[in-house]
């Protein structure tokens, strides 16, 4: 999923939102549409895994949208080192969402919704907002 679907409405309950995206033309999508908002997020065209890794403050808040593969080692150890407070997933493979959770196992599941977005399918979305 494209950063812009999130990070539009969370800039506007937050005084800094960063969205990292790896894809370039998902970046520029973000900018284009922060520009016409008029709103303020720090687009970064990077993976994940190597944004986080150059971080050193913790974040208040982790929202992490993964691919079918999951967070996958790098970015829960990342996660881990950094410790921010809350972490929502939005994962669409409970399998993946599974192992990620074992990961990042200091974290308590707060909250978990599970959203059928494509009925008589087994694709599930699953939404897990981890606290420490």
Request: hydrophobic residues 45%; proline residues 5%; charged residues 25%.
């Amino acid at each position: 999923m494209q950063a812009w679907l999130f990070a539009l409405p969370l800039s506007q309950k937050f005084k800094k939102v960063i969205a990292v995206e790896s894809g370039s033309a998902a970046t520029r999508d973000l900018e284009f549409n922060v520009q016409r908002a008029g709103l303020k997020i720090d687009a970064q065209n990077s993976r994940v895994e190597e944004y986080l890794e150059k971080l050193d403050a913790t974040p208040d808040f982790v929202l992490a949208d993964p691919p079918r593969a999951g967070l996958g080692k790098a970015v829960t150890a990342a996660l881990n080192r950094l410790a921010p407070a809350r972490i929502t997933i939005v994962s669409c493979d409970p399998a993946t969402l599974a192992r990620d959770l074992a990961a990042l196992g200091k974290y308590k599941i707060a909250k978990m919704t599970l959203i059928d977005l494509f009925p008589q399918t087994y694709h599930l979305e699953t939404i897990a907002t981890l606290e420490l």
